[in-house]
């Protein structure tokens, strides 16, 4: 299980004004600012649950899964995953946990995957019959069987996140961090990625949490999901009680010859709205989207859903 | 302990990977700087008009530049920026995931690269000195070139601690190139790797006896060409230990500060 009790992170950086006045002058002396990555946050999640951790740019989603996973060092409050303290970073904990970032290689970039994953099997000791097990399962699900001896550098970003998944999972971690595993991938690509995220949690029941902007993932892979806005959490409960405001609302963008405007409109009407749109507006572009993580947590706020 | 061996295979196929680089280095800059050494000496010695310049002879001194450049490699290791490029990159995280020591880790890699480039100056050395030279002021003794050679990988160690000690201020500095040239700099110029140190002021070197510096190339440089006596080399291996002892308790002062203003950048 995960507890996390009134956590807390600063970061402080120096600042620097523009210019090469500004440059001359932090040569000698430098200002420092302190940003509060989170405000003494708190969470509980269970064995074979999967959260989804929803918010904008900046808000403390990648600092909460950092140390989570043990990267970084809280400024106060407690944490226990597995009954590990993850900062202290046991091997014990380590040989349990697992880290996936959308956006950063681990895997050897020079070598094939297959030689990256033998050392990863030493590495975690993984015993010869579940390692081969557990290429066969996840090179299967994830349709890469054939690049697997490829040189990882050579391979397309979707490839190598599917490589990444592979080399994350082969110790069947019990404890998941995924963050943004999607970033990046075309539309089929991250259709597969969430397709296999989904097959993996039935099959072996870890504890996930998935940090994503795109709104698809969430929807598909989490019953349960926690929304932060600048560090602090604004709703922890059921993915259906906000279904209205992520699932049934679309965003239209409408560009006429005197204006642009966008307007939220609830899916079921979708159609007679356009239609309206296009009899009242002299209409050159029209466009439909989902809401924006940013729209949907202000509508959640308007809405007032809080914190369970 | 069995991940030892394949981070070892794994960073040996690294650096047979990528043909070129392997040829160019093996072979191209290493004759490059021979020469660019030779015609150099040439000249010096032409015009002192002498045939001993501080114990080296014109022919001792193209083997001490034979022998530096796959020296210097030796010790550089995995190369400059070997801890501090993958923080700045986010590839430094993997190491604190993976449940593993992340400076044994790093020294097996490291190391990897110091026994390969041994490999090439002990075959390098001894094809020169079969088919090269004539002179019998040295004599070629592969027991020396074992004792020079094994030398080389004790400096590369302690070479290694000296500059994990100012990589890991990366874990909190933006920047710290300009401390990792300083200090390759200042290993190349006080160890003898860009002239031997016998060519510097007798006070300067005695001075410079308390330091690592000679022991990380001069030394292993002289050993290999049978130039050091046994008490020489006994105070190489003893220098060098103390030296490595002494980074490795430094090392433990940054590293404690360092992994708590670590932010995993990048990611």
């Known amino acids: 299980m995960i507890k996390v009790s009134s956590l807390s992170k600063t970061f402080t950086s120096s600042i620097k004004e523009p210019g090469i006045k500004g440059s001359l002058i932090s040569l000698f002396h430098r200002q420092k600012q302190s940003k509060e990555a989170l405000k003494s946050v708190d969470l509980e999640i269970q064995q074979g649950e999967i959260i989804g951790l929803i918010g904008a740019n900046g808000a403390g989603k990648t600092t909460l899964v950092k140390i989570l996973a043990g990267i970084v060092h809280p400024t106060s409050g407690d944490v226990k995953v597995l009954g590990f303290t993850p900062w202290k970073r046991p091997n014990e904990y380590r040989k349990q946990m697992s880290l996936i970032m959308g956006q950063k290689n681990q895997v050897w970039w020079d070598l094939p995957a297959l030689d990256s994953f033998l050392l990863l099997k030493e590495i975690y000791q993984i015993p010869v019959a579940q390692y081969k097990r557990n290429v066969e399962f996840l090179a299967e699900t994830l349709m890469i069987k054939d690049q697997l001896k ?3 550098r050579k391979l397309s970003l979707g490839e190598r996140m599917k490589i990444e998944l592979m080399a994350a999972l082969l110790h069947n971690p019990k404890v998941i961090f995924l963050d943004e595993p999607t970033i990046g991938l075309d539309l089929s690509a991250q259709k597969a990625v969430r397709h296999f995220l989904r097959e993996y949690q039935k099959e072996f029941r870890p504890m996930t949490i998935l940090t994503s902007h795109y709104m698809e993932d969430i929807k598909e892979l989490c019953p349960r999901v926690v929304i932060i806005k600048e560090g602090q959490f604004v709703y922890d409960g059921a993915l259906s009680k906000i279904q209205g405001v992520l699932g049934d609302e679309k965003v239209v963008s409408v560009t006429t010859q005197s204006e642009t405007f966008r307007i939220h409109v609830p899916r079921q009407d979708l159609a007679n709205k356009t239609h309206q749109i296009f009899q009242e507006h002299d209409v050159i572009d029209l466009n439909i989207q989902d809401p924006s993580i940013e729209e949907v947590i202000e509508s959640i706020m308007r809405t007032g859903v809080h914190t369970t | 302990m069995n991940w030892w061996k394949h981070v070892m295979l794994m960073e040996l196929r ?3 990977a990528y043909r070129s680089d392997f040829w160019i280095t093996f072979l191209g800059q290493t004759l490059i700087q021979l020469l660019v050494a030779r015609s150099l000496w040439q000249m010096i010695f032409a015009s002192e008009g002498v045939k001993v310049m501080n114990g080296y002879s014109l022919e001792m001194m193209n083997l001490y530049y034979l022998i530096i450049p796959i ?4 010790l550089s290791g995995e190369n400059i920026g070997f801890v ?8 430094f995280t993997r190491y604190l995931l993976y449940p593993i020591s992340v400076f044994q880790y790093k ?8 026994l390969f480039y041994g490999l090439q100056l002990f075959l390098l050395y001894s094809l020169y000195r079969l088919f090269f030279t004539t002179s019998s002021i040295t004599v070629m003794d592969f027991s020396n070139l074992l004792l020079g050679v094994g030398l080389f990988l004790l400096a590369s160690l302690t ?8 990589e890991l201020i990366a874990l909190w500095a933006d920047n710290i190139w300009t401390l990792i040239v300083m200090l390759k700099f200042f290993v190349t110029f006080l160890g003898g790797g860009f002239v031997p140190l016998t060519f510097f002021p007798a006070l300067f070197q005695d001075i410079l006896r308390w330091t690592p510096f000679p022991y990380l190339i001069q030394v292993p440089a002289q050993t290999i060409m049978g130039m050091s006596q046994s008490q020489d080399i006994f105070r190489a291996i003893a220098l060098l230990l103390i030296w490595a002892l002494i980074f490795m308790e430094l090392i433990k002062i940054v590293w404690k500060r360092g992994e708590k203003q670590y932010t995993g950048v990048g990611i």
């Open chain 1, 150 to 152: 490829t040189q990882v």
């Open chain 2, 14 to 16: 690294k650096i047979l």
């Open chain 2, 71 to 74: 020296g210097t490699r030796m």
């Open chain 2, 84 to 91: 501090s490029r993958e923080i700045y990159e986010g590839t």
């Open chain 2, 107 to 114: 020294t097996l890699t490291y190391m990897t690269y110091s």
């Open chain 2, 159 to 166: 070479y290694l601690l000296m500059a994990m000690l100012i």
